[in-house]
């Protein structure tokens, strides 16, 4: 039997010795307000329904968007105390529901779903909303690409159709979103201009492919922006907004177009002649699939900010607002 296939035998067959346990343990909240509320509480393993995948996660992020829905700010799924807040992670399926054919136990895999639950050491989610690991990528690091990925293809591919050999710049290039970004931009073929956020941001968007990079915090954007797309920019995905953001937006030719997720606040203000696309970053099989195509099987990297234990989950939620690049992320079983 070739290595590779006999190492996924022997993984599905530790995996079937291995019970799943009726509880676990997972930060919840008992009802809505600041991080204290979060604390490691002992709960129900969930079963798997139709179409439902369970996993045992060894990595889960911690979205931006977190601290809204711990304070009941911002409604993603089901508000049923206690409640476990978190949007994505990747693990190991160990059970699956009625009418589940794409994934068997043992499969490595990654997820993203509105309705929550990732904050555990188990969680149960819509097979569409979950796709094996890139071989390139470390278990780890699949745990905190999900929702960023997700968004970050989206962006590029369905609402700017970025194509080969076009200039795009990305505002908030090191965060979560925006460094994925820079990747898959890379991958399509794109020229990437990068606004980072710090020293350690322009490092880090350069060493992952970046055509040229700046900080955000600095003077020169607009002019850094203009050595490098002296005929404007074909396109921009704005992940943040900042005090240099509308000079460097002047720079789009016209009939270029610029995309934000929602969330992004103030939105950001466009020349006249550019087209301002607005979206949500739904998980879907599709979406799935798209980004796994991109990533391909070569190396591709998901910068961790900071990794926490779950019973550290009030310490991550007030660190989030701290400088840091890349996503903020947990560790739970041993990958």
Same mark, same amino acid.
């Given at each position: ?40 509480? =002992? ?8 179409? #439902? ?23 993603? /799924? ?7 807040? @978190?949007?994505?992670? !990747? ?5 699956? @529901? ?9 499969? $490595? ?10 904050? &555990? ?9 979950? !796709? ?9 690091? +699949?745990?905190?690409?999900? &929702? ?12 700017? $159709?970025?194509? &080969? ?15 994925? &970004? ?8 794109? #020229? ?23 900080? @955000? ?5 607009? =002019? ?53 696309? +607005?979206?949500? /970053?739904?998980? =879907? $099989?599709? !979406? ?14 998901? #910068? ?7 019973? #550290? ?23």
């Amino acid at each position: 039997m070739p290595e590779g296939r006999a190492a996924v035998f022997a993984c599905r067959l530790a995996i079937m010795k291995t019970t799943v346990p009726d509880t676990m343990k997972a930060a919840a909240i008992d009802h809505f307000g600041g991080p204290e509320l979060l604390h490691l509480q =002992s709960l129900p393993v969930p079963t798997p329904k139709a179409d #439902e995948v369970l996993i045992k996660l060894d990595a889960a992020g911690i979205g931006v968007w977190d601290p809204q829905v711990r304070e009941g700010k911002l409604e993603l /799924g089901a508000h049923r105390f206690p409640l476990v807040i @978190g949007n994505d992670g !990747a693990g190991i399926v160990v059970a699956v @529901g009625p009418g589940v054919t794409r994934f068997r136990t043992g499969d $490595r895999v990654f997820a993203y779903a509105f309705e929550g639950g990732f904050y &555990a050491e188990y969680v149960a989610v819509k097979s569409d909303n979950v !796709a094996p690991i890139p071989s390139g990528l470390k278990p780890e690091e +699949a745990g905190a690409l999900g &929702a960023d990925g997700i968004t970050a293809v989206l962006g590029l591919e369905t609402q700017l $159709r970025l194509r &080969a050999g076009e200039k795009l710049m990305i505002f908030g290039a090191s965060g979560g979103i925006g460094h994925i &970004a820079v990747q898959l931009a890379k991958r399509i073929g794109a #020229e990437v201009f990068a606004v980072a956020s710090g020293t350690d941001g322009v490092e880090l968007v350069r060493r992952i492919g970046a055509d040229a990079a700046v900080d @955000g915090h600095g003077n020169d954007v607009a =002019s850094a922006a203009r050595t490098f797309a002296p005929q404007g920019f074909d396109a921009a995905l704005v992940v943040v907004s900042g005090e240099n953001l509308s000079e460097a937006l002047k720079l789009m030719k016209r009939g270029g177009r610029v995309a934000h997720p929602n969330g992004v606040e103030p939105v950001p203000q466009v020349p006249d002649g550019v087209q301002l696309l +607005a979206y949500d /970053g739904i998980p =879907s $099989r599709d !979406a799935f699939g798209r980004l796994n195509a991109l990533i391909g099987s070569g190396s591709f990297h998901v #910068e961790l900010g900071r990794v926490y234990r779950l019973d #550290e989950a009030a310490r991550a939620h007030r660190e989030l607002k701290q400088h840091h690049i890349g996503k903020l992320a947990f560790r739970l079983h041993a990958a």
